[in-house]
T-cell receptor, first 113, second 111 residues
Framework: DGGITQSPKYLFRKEGQNVTLSCEQN?????MYWYRQDPGQGLRLIYY???????QKGDIAEGYSVSREKKESFPLTVTSAQKNPTAFYLCASNNDRVNYGYTFGSGTRLTVV | GQNIDQPTEMTATEGAIVQINCTYQ??????LFWYQQHAGEAPTFLSY??LDGLEEKGRFSSFLSRSKGYSYLLLKELQMKDSASYLC????????????WGLGTSLAVNP
């Protein structure tokens, strides 16, 4: 079955360390997105990519970096420059040819101690 | 600017009907989505409206009025498992595939 996979589901890191969150999709979707969700808040866009080897900053890109070397993969690195990295991170993908908006991964809950 | 408004919280009783409203102001419009999100899980797609009117899908229906910048999600025969957050999102016109998200409405269904 096609889908979008995020790993790991839970991640713990020490303050000052960089950490990379994985996102892989086999839906043949062109566009991929990274969102952050904090308790009681909506989805905030970190980075998005509409095509391989190209990506744009979202609303809260500071302290994060991404790459899009393959259509299937869009990893997110949370760097030590991110002031409040503890959050729930969601990866999503979509394709204009189907009107169902986004398909989401199951999310990664990052805790920095 | 871009803005999507939804009530923060709602409470309803099992078996009843509840309507969750969403108003939007965006730069162009190319469709409105409703998603359901249970605590700690990813959002799941519920409905998509691009033309005015009501779209019915089982116990869930969604309505759109583009002239009023308004949508609602109607949930019938409420079940306990419907307790979740409901997110309204708008797709703007143009080639940009980004969605603009509301903050979500937390629905509590009581027995």
């Amino acid at each position: 079955d096609g889908g979008i996979t995020q790993s790991p589901k839970y991640l713990f890191r020490k303050e000052g360390q960089n950490v990379t969150l994985s996102c892989e999709q086999n839906l043949n979707h062109d566009a991929m997105y990274w969102y952050r969700q904090d308790p009681g808040q909506g989805l905030r866009l970190i980075y998005y990519s509409q095509i391989v080897n190209d990506f744009q900053k979202g609303d809260i890109a500071e302290g994060y970096s991404v790459s899009r070397e393959k259509k299937e993969s869009f990893p997110l690195t949370v760097t030590s420059a991110q002031k409040n990295p503890t959050a729930f991170y969601l990866c999503a993908s979509n394709n204009d040819r189907v009107n169902y908006g986004y398909t989401f991964g199951s999310g990664t809950r990052l805790t920095v101690v | 600017g871009q803005n999507i408004d939804q009530p923060t919280e709602m409470t309803a009783t099992e078996g009843a009907i509840v309507q969750i409203n969403c108003t939007y102001q965006t730069s162009g419009f190319n469709g409105l989505f409703w998603y359901q999100q249970h605590a700690g899980e990813a959002p799941t797609f519920l409905s998509y409206n691009v033309l005015d009117g009501l779209e019915e899908k089982g116990r869930f229906s969604s309505f759109l009025s583009r002239s009023k910048g308004y949508s609602y999600l109607l949930l019938k025969e409420l079940q306990m498992k419907d307790s979740a957050s409901y997110l309204c999102a708008v797709k703007e016109a143009g080639n940009n595939r980004k969605l603009i998200w509301g903050l979500g409405t937390s629905l509590a269904v009581n027995p």
